[in-house]
């Protein structure tokens, strides 16, 4: 059978409508139901022979993060039947798995953005997957433009909150028919970044004797990057960075009830003045992520040490 008809056979049968009249994320949820992703998860589980409860997502440039964990193994992703590809240049597409400071952990070397042509339901299916693997909780990582002036390149910044336009308007990973077994129909976001998490996160930056700054995460679809107008809306309205990840992420590893700590590295500055020159350039956000991702390993390691102190954290 054509994969077409097999997607309008599975939406009919949900919807009884055909795909067409449908938004994408909709299709998307009927696809990859509850039966599969549980599926996908449990080829993975064959192969891992591995509980992992921490999750973490690397950010563009950040893959590093996956050294930290000793016994390192991978699965890549595309090996594993029907899961999407990573397009983007510092996304590796790899599942790293292994004891990191002696807690197991899996962690995404690539993740999946809107404006590589994923609806935003398939770029945040690997947070399902981690939630039927196991996984509590996850520590979601960036690379993202600095919009407030007191942010400097090369900043590390705890994201607090997130402000997101796709979110607000229908880009939304939760559209479509809902699977309790997930999480419910209706999800309250007030608290998505866990307070005690942020708390023990700066205690952990603190004894790092590291600069960690805190602020609002703003996600733009891209890949343009944003206008001069575009950046002070974002900021007027309460972001103080700019990215194009994290918060579709945030909002399902919610959903799915997973407790969520992000990061942001703050990789260039973005123009907040008119006719200013425009420094946004991948390759180089690339670079200064690597560069600085020193300071980002050393936190999320210390940070899972502490974790691995008060067994309540990964309940
Ligand atoms: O959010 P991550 O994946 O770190 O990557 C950031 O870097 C890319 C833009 O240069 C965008 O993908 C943006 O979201
Ligand atoms: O300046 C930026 N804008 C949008 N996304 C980004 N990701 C890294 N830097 C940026």
Not at 114 to 130: D, M, N, R
Not at 214 to 224: A, C, D, F, L, Q
Request: negative net charge; glycine residues 8%.
């Amino acid at each position: 059978m054509e994969n077409s008809d097999l997607i309008n056979q599975i939406v009919k049968k949900e919807f009884n409508l055909p795909a067409e009249l449908l938004s994408q994320d909709a299709i998307t949820n009927a696809y990859y139901n509850y039966d599969k992703i549980s599926s996908i998860a449990k080829w993975i589980e064959e192969r891992i022979h591995f509980k992992p409860r921490i999750g973490i997502i690397c950010g563009s440039g950040l893959s590093d993060i996956a050294y930290l964990i000793a016994d390192k193994q991978e699965i890549q992703y595309a090996d594993i039947p029907e899961f999407p590809r990573s397009t983007v240049h510092g996304h590796k597409g790899v599942f790293a798995y292994g004891n990191l400071n002696n807690l197991p952990v899996i962690c995404m070397q690539g993740r999946f953005h809107p404006y590589e042509g994923y609806s935003t339901a398939l770029c945040t299916l690997p947070l399902k997957v981690l939630k039927l693997l196991g996984v509590k909780l996850v520590i979601i990582t960036n690379a993202a433009g600095g919009l407030n002036p007191s942010l400097s390149v090369g900043d590390l910044m705890l994201i607090k909150d997130h402000f997101s336009l796709p979110l607000l308007s229908m880009q939304n990973p939760l559209v479509g028919h809902n699977d309790e077994r997930f999480g419910p129909r209706f999800v309250p976001v007030s608290n998505i970044y866990d307070k005690k998490l942020r708390a023990l996160m700066h205690k952990c930056g603190k004894e790092l004797n590291l600069d960690l700054k805190e602020g609002v995460y703003g996600t733009i679809s891209g890949p343009s990057y944003e206008t001069v107008t575009d950046s002070l809306f974002y900021l007027k309205n309460g972001a103080d960075c700019v990215g194009m990840s994290t918060s579709h992420e945030a909002t399902v590893a919610c959903y799915c009830g997973l407790k969520v700590v992000a990061l942001s590295i703050i990789t260039d500055k973005v123009a907040i003045e008119y006719d200013a020159e425009d420094g946004s350039d991948h390759n180089e956000i690339v670079k200064i992520a690597k560069l600085k991702a020193k300071d980002a390993e050393k936190l999320v390691s210390y940070f899972i040490t502490q974790l691995g102190m008060d067994s309540r954290w990964l309940e």
